[in-house]
């Protein structure tokens, strides 16, 4: 199993202002994931944190907007870059360990005024 | 992009009832997850059925994955409080997976 944890594990932030989540797990895995879940939405990928390298991002997400960072196995963070209202969502980080179990952060709740 | 369609997108019960959600889609699936979702936290992992016709069991869930791997369900035995919560079903697991809508479920008292 993993644990995660995220923070902040919420925030309030104002229109044009920037803000970086982060998130820790208690051992080292190979992939990362963050998600974007839309008030009473489902899940959507943002992006594949790649340690090493520059991150994967899903269609309709671009690096300007969302900016991620994976310096090890065991951190990252993701920034929501320029906010606007319609950023306003709970971030979720995952990772995936052996074959098929894939664990979820807390998640971080947003939201722009 | 594989699409899950999940259904009821709500369901209200009594303690003690019984209840089915689903999971269909066009596309075949070489395996299907079930996560349940709580407010103010992110999805728990319930189950990965990976064989058409399996079904697993989790004290009170029973889950079955289709002979064509393309829909799943989730039966819950004599529903309790404690159950309420948002169910997803995702595919294919490890990597990029694709989520359903989800079933909002809430069991009264």
């Known amino acids: 199993s993993a644990v995660i944890s995220q923070k902040p594990s919420r925030d309030i932030c104002q229109r044009g202002t920037s803000l970086t989540i982060q998130c820790q797990v208690d051992s080292q895995v190979t992939m990362m994931f963050w998600y974007r879940q839309q008030p009473g939405q489902s899940l959507t990928l943002i992006a594949t944190?790649?340690?090493?390298?520059?991150?994967?991002?899903e269609s309709g997400f671009v690096i300007d907007k969302f900016p991620i960072s994976r310096p090890n196995l065991t951190f990252s963070t993701l920034t929501v870059s320029n906010m606007s209202p319609e950023d306003s969502s709970i971030y979720l980080c995952?990772?995936?360990?052996?074959?098929?179990?894939?664990?979820f952060g807390p998640g971080t709740r947003l939201t722009v005024t | 992009t594989q699409l899950l369609e999940q259904s009821p997108q709500f369901l209200s019960i009594q303690e003690g009832e019984n209840l089915t959600v689903y999971c269909n889609s066009s596309?075949?699936?070489?395996?299907l997850q079930w996560y349940r979702q709580e407010p103010g936290e992110g999805p728990v992992l319930l189950v990965t059925?990976?064989?058409?016709?399996e079904v697993k069991k989790l004290k009170r869930l029973t889950f079955q994955f289709g002979d064509a791997r393309k829909d799943s369900s989730l039966h819950i035995t004599a529903a309790q409080p404690g159950d309420t919560g948002l169910y997803l079903c995702?595919?294919?697991?490890?990597?990029?997976?694709?989520f359903g809508k989800g079933t909002m479920l809430l069991v009264s008292p």
């Open positions: 944190a790649n340690q090493g390298s520059e991150a994967t991002y």
């Open positions: 596309s075949v699936f070489s395996s």
């Open positions: 995952s990772v995936v360990v052996g074959t098929y179990e894939q664990y």
């Open positions: 059925v990976v064989t058409g016709g």
């Open positions: 995702a595919g294919p697991p490890y990597s990029t997976l694709t």
